[in-house]
Each structure stands twice: as structure tokens, then as C-alpha cells.
């Protein structure tokens, strides 16, 4: 089933679960992006209208009637902000191919850049990887395969094993609608890919040896999705951040995203290919990573430009 066929109250709940035990968001908090979302989709389902079909000039003509309806400047804000938050999360899963809201101002909002992770932080987090017990060839394969690639949280722990089999140089990835893209792999993503296939291999033939069926999952689990999820996945990344020394708050799945796309996009690699790599429908979407990039000089230069020093103390 398609995102465009389920219920717009599943993406909303979809995004709370999400909500919930990614950012550990408050009840409160949750409960009035609840409200605040199923008012914009009952308002939607009035002009038979879905959040996958939602185009910019609907969020405007929504907001029109929420000044129209007299409500606060502070309450049109805040609904504003969680369609926002629902079509980003719509976008990162793959559900959507545009963000239909990207260029919609909350007011006196700043404009919103993608978190990112140091190559440092990054190496930080692949080291402790592979000091997390029985599962440290998994966890690694995990990560290495996630900054090698880029690929949505979903895409990744929904891998069947059969993309991984010989020693793979691209990985096909599966995307929105079916849409297939081919990612190269880095040799320690190769190599850290062979090492937990030989071990997973080894305990599907454990499970077929009593009667249990081989998962087709790369990342094979006993819930019922057959395949590690993501709210167990986002856990498993806080507690490496932990162990690494990295805050916590910084490390989510999509920073090591993000942390792909601006660290390909330092060492010289064309936007065009990122692009493709990401799975971005438009290349517009793929170009705020170099806004994150010359933030982050900005930054450098900054702190550490002798001259820049010279002036903070005039």
C-alpha cells in the first residue's frame, strides 16, 4: 500500500510514534501537534483533498482561514510549525518526493538547516560500534552503511538480505513508489557488510535447522515486521552516541544523513550526483546542503581566523 492510499490519519500517527521515541517529545507537546494536525486534515478531506496531494498554495489558502476563523498569530504559528514538522518526516520517508512547505515562513521563525555530525564525530560513533557486544558486527554494518549511503532510516532496516549478497561495490536501495537507486559502497562499509553477513547467515541457519523460516531482511528481527524497526534503530544510535562521547541531541539517523551529503559535498563531489544518491526528486532539495556547508566555513573562520579573533577584542 502506497502513503498516498493510507489514511491521513496514519501519516499523522505515523509522526507521532516517530515524534515520540526519536526526539522523546513531550505528552503535551504530542497530543497539540495531534490536535493541530487533524484540524489541517479534516479541513483537507472537506475539499477532498490528502497530505500527499497537499501543494503550497493549499497550506496558504489553510492558514488564510485560520486568520479568517480569528485565531492568535502564536496558536497560527504553532499549526504552521507541526504541518511543517509532518511534511518533513513525509519527506525524509520517502512518502512524498517534494516538501510542499519548504519555502513557508513561520513568522519570525530563522530559517531551518539540517543538523550535521563532524567527520570526527562520525569516526566517533563508528568506533564505538564496534564495541557494543554480540551485536557489534550489525550495529557497525548499520552505521558504516547508513554514512556510505545516505539512505532514509526506512530504506535502510527494510534492505532485503538479497542487495547485500557478493561482495556488492553499489547497493540498490528502494525508495518511494518503488523507485530504485544505486549507491556505491565504501570499502569499510563493504567490508564491515561482509563480516555481519557471515554472521547473520550463521544464525538463519540456526533457525531453519528448528523449523523457522529465513527472514529476507538484511537486519532480521522476531517482531512482527520481520525486520529491525526504526524507533528500535533510533535507540540504538543514542546509546552508541553515549558510549562515543557524542551528544546525544545531535545523532539521529538523518544527521548521519545529512552528515553523508554536506561531507561528500566538502571533499568535492557534484551536486548532481548527491542528488541522486539521496533519492531527491529536484535538485533544489539537495541544494541547502551547501548552505549547511558554508555555514559550517563560516564557522571555521570565525572561531579559529586570527583576524576574526583580533576583532572580537576591540
Not at 544518491?277 to 535538485?283: I, P, Q, S
Request: charged residues 25%; positive net charge.
Amino acid at each position: 500500500m502506497s502513503a498516498a492510499t493510507h489514511p491521513m490519519d496514519h501519516w499523522i500517527q505515523s509522526f507521532l510514534e516517530a515524534q515520540a521515541a526519536e526526539l522523546d517529545a513531550a505528552q503535551n507537546t504530542l497530543l497539540a501537534y495531534g490536535r493541530d494536525l487533524k484540524d489541517f486534515a479534516g479541513w483537507l478531506d472537506h475539499r477532498k483533498q490528502h497530505f500527499a496531494t497537499v501543494a503550497q498554495t493549499d497550506v496558504e489558502d489553510y492558514m488564510i482561514a485560520c486568520d479568517t476563523e480569528g485565531l492568535s498569530p502564536s496558536t497560527r504559528a504553532r499549526r504552521l510549525s507541526a504541518i511543517k514538522q509532518i511534511f518533513r518526516f513525509a519527506f525524509e520517508e520517502g512518502w512524498r518526493e517534494d516538501n510542499p512547505v519548504i519555502q513557508i515562513k513561520v513568522a519570525g521563525q530563522k530559517k531551518s538547516l539540517p543538523k550535521t555530525l563532524s567527520v570526527d564525530e562520525v569516526a566517533a560513533l563508528l568506533k564505538a560500534s564496534r564495541d557494543t557486544g554480540k551485536a557489534s558486527l550489525r550495529n557497525t554494518c548499520l552505521l558504516e552503511l547508513l554514512y556510505a549511503t545516505g539512505m532514509r532510516v526506512t530504506e535502510l532496516v527494510t534492505l532485503p538480505v538479497s542487495a547485500a549478497r557478493g561482495d556488492p561495490r553499489m547497493i540498490l536501495v528502494r525508495g518511494k513508489g518503488g523507485k530504485e537507486r544505486m549507491v556505491p559502497l565504501s570499502p569499510p562499509a563493504r567490508e564491515s557488510l561482509v563480516a555481519y553477513l557471515a554472521e547473520r547467515d550463521a544464525e538463519e541457519d540456526k533457525k531453519k535447522a528448528v523449523g523457522h523460516p529465513e527472514s529476507r531482511f538484511l537486519f532480521p528481527s522476531r517482531g512482527k515486521s520481520g525486520h529491525l524497526t526504526r524507533h528500535r534503530f533510533f535507540g540504538l544510535i543514542k546509546e552508541i552516541a553515549a558510549k562515543a562521547g557524542v551528544p546525544i541531541d545531535k545523532v539521529t539517523p538523518h544527521t548521519l544523513r545529512h552528515a553523508f551529503a554536506t561531507h561528500l559535498l566538502a571533499g568535492g563531489a557534484d551536486l548532481r550526483a548527491i542528488q541522486t544518491m539521496l533519492g531527491h526528486a529536484d535538485v533544489a532539495t539537495t541544494e541547502i546542503y551547501t548552505h549547511v556547508l558554508d555555514e559550517h566555513l563560516t564557522e571555521l573562520v570565525m572561531t579559529h581566523h586570527p583576524l576574526a579573533k583580533a576583532s572580537d577584542k576591540k
